[in-house]
């Protein structure tokens, strides 16, 4: 018997599912075992085209999908807290199973839907809202499930990692965001992927799911890219480091941080090597110790590659026992959140100094003041211009310290504009 | 109620699972939700001292193991063929689950032993039995279940990879085999793993699962990395390579390429980066592209953590409905394997050619005749020797033209010893 199938949105992963079920019903019977029965997909407008997909199975009627008895599996493609979450909640009442690759709803109201999962004695299956094809979900909270993580570091937003790698092949960011949306990796408004809000979604997600806690999602620090001068990541490089955005979550002292910033990355490890629209996720675990998942974070086809695994998984009844049986689920207690300013690690600092007798001093000065001392100093001549470009690598020191140091810092008469700031995982911190 | 569990075997991974389920009760609760009964370890010397591991639960007895009740998973981790195999067997129709990461015996007798768990209504897991603490089985059987595959390329050795990471960095083969046994990454008879055999082991076990099909493991093509000479990764790090040993199944043409040998990857991609001990597995699929794992591939707690995670999941009883479910664990049509003569890829060939004129000439016309033709050739200056050595990078080839060619090359005056070869992974086809 076919297990009957709904999809709600059918965008760019909503049609890419629809397609899978439709098209390659032999390779799904020969690799899961089973048949699907796609029966509706929710649309705003039916009458748009969208070749390959039966108009029949469009419907605006989301009822008319959640009342059909053979529906067993609901999974919701669309995206955004509403009305995504009230079909969510309103499907698992009505018995059905659901499959969602919602990173933005799970991260604000995971507890709750999961809540309402158990109550119903169902199952929400989410493998598609962090990174795309890649199963991290599956390795958190199974294939790792005997380890006590410790840190969990990633590069799980494609359409940054996409605009950071042509910023470090030399061009601006406006030119790598311009062609990160020609060529289909960024949305006309990027806002949500380059601010970083996107990479914090799915942090929240598999750092619930690692470490076993309700995570408060407006605890995690949040920077994007979108502030980064390509400048930076030239000299980042002649230090032999690489510019990503990280998603971070690690366990200091009893405390959890969360944060996700730019970092530079020591050029001979992993994560350096992950361009272009890529993810990739460093999992640290207490007996595995460091594992870790490769694979494209986004587009259609690879995100419906998770999404029916999810689909399979929902129908085969091992959904169920998961989401019933493993506490990594249930996120029982609250995560005691570590202050950011508490955050110790490298940093890098560059800055238009004077070039005057006493800048120097200054600088250095404000430095040592906060305690911040200095692994290496570079000062670039110039010859057109009175203020020349200094670049300081600091030893470890906590993010308060040089947060204080900042403020002051851009208020001296010696430092013109702004200074540059990008935070260093050390290698021993990342392999 | 906690979940009986008994153990066969007590080396470097038995005494690792041995210890997290006696040690680490709370956080397999936390984690899992369950908790274990380590009922028995079975030893072959039960006076051998074993800090950690209580007395008491070491027997020579396998029958009182197996006819014990309680014991409601047995976890083989002896290795080898026999006893090996039989106490699977025996356990299984006895109503155990059964977990073990036995590779060498589920890549020769792999088919049995599924039918035996199916025929008893039980299951196999073994996810330890590849990759160590990286959970490959899990991806390739259910995280890309909606995937046709195309292609895997592994590093699934670690010991091979360690030997190859100091040769890179100038060591002879037999001081870097030396530096790793010391180290304890190689086996004091290294001979599976540096013939390649171990590889192949966990390449046959992969491939069933990745295509659905029985693996004749006969028919893989073989060549370990014992007879590699350090000139030849120098040479290759000149020209923008890194030797790795890989294990690789792919498609081609409808049938199944399966081999193991020593290649050259471009520096720039993941594999090359993946140094020491360390094992990753990158595989292809239609939907989802490009993924990568990437972990500790030996070692007890590494090979642990994916042992409890074997446990646990027989214990959720999802084990026994993924085992009944899903036909990637069938393998019921023998694969079509292709000749490892008919696959194509570039080749580096490096010689000690007589220096003296025609000897170019009469090389090259070996290889022209045999339609290889040539991508890059360099021959390097000496001023202490009347041969000199010639580096060839062919274009595409086939396999069994490159080593008809060896043949004559080998034989000719002009060349002395023996012609080193080693293939070469594309961007391309890596990528």
């Known amino acids: 018997m076919p297990t009957g199938v709904a999809i709600l949105?059918?965008?760019?992963?909503?049609?890419?599912?629809?397609?899978?079920?439709?098209n390659e019903k032999l390779l799904l019977k020969k690799r899961a075992g089973r048949s699907f029965d796609l029966r509706h997909i929710l649309v705003r407008d039916p009458a748009r085209p969208r070749p390959g997909i039966p108009r029949r199975l469009l419907t605006t009627d989301a009822a008319k999908i959640l009342h059909d008895p053979q529906v067993h599996i609901v999974v919701e493609l669309m995206g955004g807290i509403e009305p995504a979450g009230t079909l969510i909640r309103q499907a698992l009442s009505l018995g059905k199973r659901v499959v969602t690759a919602n990173k933005h709803l799970l991260a604000l109201h995971g507890v709750d839907v999961f809540r309402a999962a158990r109550k119903a004695g169902s199952s929400v299956c989410f493998e598609a809202s962090c990174g795309g094809?890649?199963?991290?979900?599956?390795?958190?909270?199974?294939?790792?499930?005997?380890?006590?993580?410790?840190?969990?570091?990633?590069?799980?937003?494609?359409?940054?990692?996409y605009i950071l790698t042509r910023m470090s092949d030399g061009q601006t960011y406006a030119q790598a965001l311009a062609e990160a949306q020609s060529a289909g990796f960024a949305e006309p408004d990027p806002t949500?992927?380059?601010?970083?809000?996107?990479?914090?979604?799915?942090?929240?997600?598999?750092?619930?799911?690692?470490?076993?806690?309700?995570?408060?999602?407006?605890?995690?620090?949040?920077?994007?890219?979108?502030?980064l001068d390509a400048v930076d990541l030239n000299y980042g490089r002649e230090l032999g480091y690489v510019c990503k955005l990280l998603a971070i979550a690690?366990?200091?002292?009893?405390?959890?941080?969360?944060?996700?910033?730019?970092?530079?990355?020591?050029?001979?490890?992993?994560?350096?090597?992950?361009?272009?629209?890529?993810?990739a996720i460093s999992v640290f675990g207490h007996a595995s110790g460091q594992t870790l998942y490769y694979g494209r974070g986004a587009g259609g086809r690879p995100t419906a590659s998770a999404v029916v695994a999810d689909i399979v998984d929902s129908a085969m009844g091992t959904a169920d026992v998961l989401f019933r049986e493993l506490p990594a689920l249930a996120g029982r207690s609250p995560a005691r959140i570590m202050?950011?300013?508490a955050v110790v690690c490298r940093h890098y600092l560059r800055m238009q100094a004077l070039d005057q007798p006493g800048s120097m001093h200054r600088i250095t000065g404000v430095l040592g003041k906060k305690g911040i001392s200095l692994a290496a100093v570079a000062q670039h001549e110039s010859r057109q211009d009175s203020y020349v470009p200094l670049v300081v690598m600091t030893h470890e020191a906590g993010d308060?310290?040089?947060?204080?140091?900042?403020?002051?810092?851009?208020?001296?008469?010696?430092?013109?504009?702004?200074?540059?700031?990008?935070?260093?995982?050390?290698?021993?911190q990342a392999v």
Do not use: W
């Open 400 to 428: 308060g310290a040089v947060t204080a140091a900042l403020r002051v810092l851009n208020r001296l008469n010696c430092v013109r504009g702004k200074v540059s700031h990008i935070r260093v995982i050390d290698p021993a």
């Open 192 to 227: 949500m992927d380059v601010r970083g809000t996107d990479s914090a979604h799915k942090l929240a997600i598999l750092a619930a799911l690692a470490f076993g806690v309700q995570v408060p999602f407006e605890k995690i620090q949040i920077q994007g890219i979108d502030s």
């Open 133 to 161: 094809a890649i199963p991290i979900v599956m390795a958190l909270s199974r294939g790792l499930v005997a380890n006590d993580i410790d840190r969990i570091i990633g590069i799980v937003n494609g359409t940054c990692n």
């Open 9 to 22: 949105g059918c965008g760019t992963v909503g049609s890419a599912v629809a397609e899978m079920l439709l």
């Open 250 to 279: 690690e366990k200091i002292n009893g405390y959890l941080s969360l944060r996700v910033h730019p970092a530079f990355v020591p050029r001979q490890h992993l994560l350096a090597s992950v361009g272009g629209p890529f993810n």
């Open 339 to 341: 202050p950011p300013s």
